[in-house]
Nanobody
Framework: QVQLVESGGGLVQAGGSLRLSCAAS????????MGWFRQAPGKEREFVAT????????SYANPVKGRFTISRDDAKNTVYLQMNSLKLEDTGVYYC????????????????????WGQGTQVTVSS
C-alpha cells in the first residue's frame, strides 16, 4: 500500500512563511522523484516544484522561483516545501506526488509522470 500524507498547511499572512511536509510509505523512497503541485479555487492543478531521486536536481515553476524551496530527507521518507514571502495567489490546496518513472529521474513538472498522489493540504494566504 502506497500512501502520501501532506501536513503543515494553514492560514498565513502575506509575506509570511510556511513549511509543508509529505510523509511517504514508499519502500524505496530514495528512488522516487518527488513533486509538489497546487490547485487554486476554480483552477486546474499546476506544477510547483520537483526534486530528483538523490536530491541533486530541483526545478520550480516561475511564480515561485526564489521564494519556495523543495527538499527531501530520505532517512525519514519525507519531502518538504519551504514557502517564503507568500503571496495571496499562493492560496490553494497543495499536493505532493511521487514518480518512479525513468523519464522523471531528474525531476518532472508533468503531472502525468507522477504515479502516486497525496490528498492535499490547504494553504491560505491572507492580506
Amino acid at each position: 500500500q502506497v500512501q502520501l500524507v501532506e501536513s503543515g498547511g494553514g492560514l498565513v499572512q502575506a509575506g509570511g512563511s510556511l513549511r509543508l511536509s509529505c510523509a511517504a510509505s514508499l519502500r524505496t523512497f530514495s528512488r522516487y522523484t518527488m513533486g509538489w503541485f497546487r490547485q487554486a479555487p476554480g483552477k486546474e492543478r499546476e506544477f510547483v516544484a520537483t526534486i530528483s531521486r538523490g536530491g541533486h536536481s530541483t526545478s520550480y515553476a516561475n511564480p515561485v522561483k526564489g521564494r519556495f524551496t523543495i527538499s527531501r530527507d530520505d532517512a525519514k521518507n519525507t519531502v518538504y516545501l519551504q514557502m517564503n514571502s507568500l503571496k495571496l495567489e499562493d492560496t490553494g490546496v497543495y499536493y505532493c506526488a511521487a514518480s518512479g518513472r525513468v523519464v522523471a529521474v531528474a525531476g518532472t513538472s508533468r503531472s502525468a509522470d507522477y504515479d502516486h498522489w497525496g490528498q492535499g493540504t490547504q494553504v491560505t494566504v491572507s492580506s
